[in-house]
């Protein structure tokens, strides 16, 4: 079975701390990619990261960056020095073989000035 | 300007009036997909489809149909809606290369059953 898992269902975080958001998946494909999208209060569903289960080579973009270990399932997400405009739900995904998507239930992010 | 496109963004309805979802691209993707997203469930995949004349159950297809006749249209029709159906909609169109992939997602269509 699929499924993807975000315990974290809120957090809250005075700006310019560092937040980790945590992202657990189970699949029995070899193949797979995973995901991080942001939902902003406007309500649209924006892209962050991809990465395929090949590569577990970390990723650092700005503020942003990912930690993808397939021993123990996980594709963390951490924010560094967050920002008010980073208040948002963030959705981990799975894409499996045939194009099906799972998503974990998201956590909400909360930045406070 | 590459972009997935939805309508109608928000509707009402009454419970069993059939509706209809459009969901169009323009990047000529073949792969596209249709989400439901619910508070504390996430986005759950409806149906997607894999070329035209194709398409597959996703997670939560009871109550759905959807229909691929051409490349950049993948419209999500509710024959008798019910209140457990309302929700947010989300379509999204995928693009897939080597080792890389990308979905677009349209803005959201926010539909009430009553």
């Known amino acids: 079975a699929q499924k993807v898992t975000q315990a974290q269902t809120e957090i809250s975080v005075v700006e310019k701390e560092d937040v980790t958001l945590d992202c657990v998946y189970e699949t029995r494909d070899t193949t797979y990619y995973l995901f991080w999208y942001k939902q902003p209060p406007s309500g649209e569903l924006v892209f962050l990261i991809r990465?395929?289960?090949?590569?577990?080579q970390n990723e650092i973009s700005g503020r942003y960056s990912w930690n993808f270990q397939k021993s123990t399932s996980s594709f963390n997400f951490t924010i560094t020095a967050s920002q008010v405009v980073d208040s948002a739900v963030y959705f981990c995904?799975?894409?499996?073989?045939?194009?099906?998507?799972?998503f974990g239930t998201g956590t909400s992010l909360t930045v406070i000035p | 300007e590459a972009q997935v496109t939805q309508n109608p963004r928000y509707l009402i309805t009454v419970t069993g009036k059939k509706l209809t979802v459009t969901c169009s691209q323009n990047?000529?993707?073949?792969?596209m997909s249709w989400y439901r997203q619910d508070p504390g469930l996430g986005l759950r995949q409806i149906y997607y489809s894999m070329n035209v004349e194709v398409t597959d159950k996703g997670d939560v297809p009871e109550g759905y149909k959807v229909s691929r006749k051409e490349k950049r249209n993948f419209p999500l029709i509710l024959e008798s809606p019910s209140p457990n159906q309302t929700s947010l909609y989300f379509c999204?169109?995928?693009?897939?290369w080597g080792r890389g992939y990308e979905q677009y997602f349209g803005p959201g269509t926010r539909l009430t059953v009553t």
């Open positions: 999204a169109s995928i693009v897939s």
């Open positions: 990465r395929n289960s090949f590569d577990e």
């Open positions: 995904a799975l894409r499996v073989t045939g194009n099906q998507f799972y």
């Open positions: 990047m000529n993707h073949e792969y």
